[in-house]
């Protein structure tokens, strides 16, 4: 399957700062990547779509400016938490398809586990 | 609404014990239903799609059977490292290709 690459795995910030994270799909290229949150012993909630060379379409009820999203390439997504606050302590995952072969499957990245003190 | 339900929450078995996992789901048009299986701490890792009734797939101790409304996951005499969560999706007709509906998904504990 195509494999997808997300960094960091881990971080811990201090309230009030910015944090990125990193999505590449590393043998494919993604117009469109999808960003998700996932709490303890929850779904995973699909925050935003993240579409190369344009804007991100959200979810209602996630505030564009908190999640920064840039999909500048083919093969990368980054989402930016700005001024973190302990509440957006969380699982964030992100997704993307090969779509060159009209294939539907999502492949995930390992995840990264944001922990906000 | 999109919904996936996904069933029992969490489940222990002895090693060899075979059970089934139960994922029922109302989507406008059904695309496709993924399973996938996630460990502790990692991104979910894809198992199968299934896209149309009467479709079965199989993968070593693991297969999957799709109805025009709910899917199973079958596991035949399962082993300790099939312990995980199991979650089940959707991607339903119209939406951007790639984007997907889960369930809570099950937690799969198998004992020696």
């Known amino acids: 399957g195509a494999v997808v690459s997300q960094h960091p795995s881990r971080v811990i910030c201090k309230s009030g700062t910015s944090v990125k994270i990193e999505c590449r799909s590393l043998?494919?290229?993604?117009?469109?990547m999808f960003w998700y949150r996932q709490f303890p012993k929850q779904s995973l909630m699909l925050m935003a779509t993240s579409n190369e060379g344009s804007k991100a379409t959200y979810e209602q009820g996630v505030e564009k400016d908190k999640f920064l999203i840039n999909h500048a390439s083919l093969t990368l997504s980054t989402l930016t938490v700005t001024s973190a606050h302990p509440e957006d302590s969380s699982f964030y995952i992100c997704?993307?398809?090969?779509?060159?072969?009209?294939?539907?499957?999502?492949?995930f990245g390992q995840g990264t586990r944001l922990t906000v003190v | 609404e999109d919904q996936v339900t996904q069933s029992p929450e969490a489940l222990r078995l002895q090693e060899g014990e075979s059970s089934s996992l139960n994922c029922s789901y109302t989507?406008?048009?059904?695309?496709?239903l993924f399973w996938y299986r996630q460990d502790p701490g990692k991104g979910p890792e894809f198992l199968f799609t299934?896209?149309?009734a009467g479709e079965e797939k199989e993968k070593e101790r693991l297969k999957a059977t799709l109805t025009k409304k709910e899917s199973f996951l079958h596991i035949t005499a399962p082993k300790p490292e099939d312990s995980a969560t199991y979650l089940c999706a959707v991607q339903a007709r119209g939406s951007t290709l790639g984007r997907l509906y889960f369930g809570r998904g099950t937690q799969l504990t198998v004992w020696p």
């Open positions: 997704s993307a398809s090969d779509l060159a072969g009209m294939n539907t499957e999502a492949f």
């Open positions: 989507v406008s048009g059904l695309r496709g």
């Open positions: 043998d494919f290229q993604a117009t469109t």
């Open positions: 299934l896209y149309s």
